[in-house]
């Protein structure tokens, strides 16, 4: 019977500070998170470029990559902000005129958004030539801002 009675006291007293208790604020993401998330929304990117080669090669029906070229138009459009000044300086394969050139940068990711946005389009109205059209200029648009604005790949360790 005691027992009972301070199993239903710590209930309460748990309840009570569940109801009670404010959630702390969502902090805003520091700078590193930015970093990983854009990194991890690149490599997304690059995987779901693949997948769409390989459904237009492949001859699958057009309209089901629509959703997954809508994906890559979406992040088009986001991706930039991720290039927050705040990350400037951490360490990343980004490159210190993405911040220098910013003028330079919104042109590269602008000619993706244009790219993937076609490449959308394409989709929705199962326009095979135009989608294969769309999906080399989007290939076209990764490299372009590549060439400038990322530094290559660290040269793997000899031995
Ligand atoms: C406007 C410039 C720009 C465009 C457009 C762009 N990228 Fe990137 N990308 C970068 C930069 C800069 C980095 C390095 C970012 C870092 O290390 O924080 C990068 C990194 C990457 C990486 C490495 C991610 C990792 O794991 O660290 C991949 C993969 C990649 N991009 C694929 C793509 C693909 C695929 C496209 C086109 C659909 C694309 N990118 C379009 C600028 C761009």
Known sequence: MKAAR????????????????????????????????????MAMSAATLGALKAGSANGAPIKGLGFAAGALDKWAKAMPALFAPSTRGLPSRAKPEIWTDPAGFAAKAAALASAT????????????????????STGAACKGCHDSFQTPPPAPKAG
């Open 117 to 136: 946005k076609t490449l959308s389009a394409a989709a929705r109205a199962e326009d095979k030539d135009a989608f294969a059209t769309a999906l080399a």
């Open 6 to 41: 301070i199993a239903m006291a710590t209930a309460l007293a748990v309840t009570s500070w569940a109801v009670f208790a404010k959630p702390a604020a969502p902090a805003a993401p520091a700078p590193q998170d930015i970093v990983a998330a854009r990194e991890a929304g």
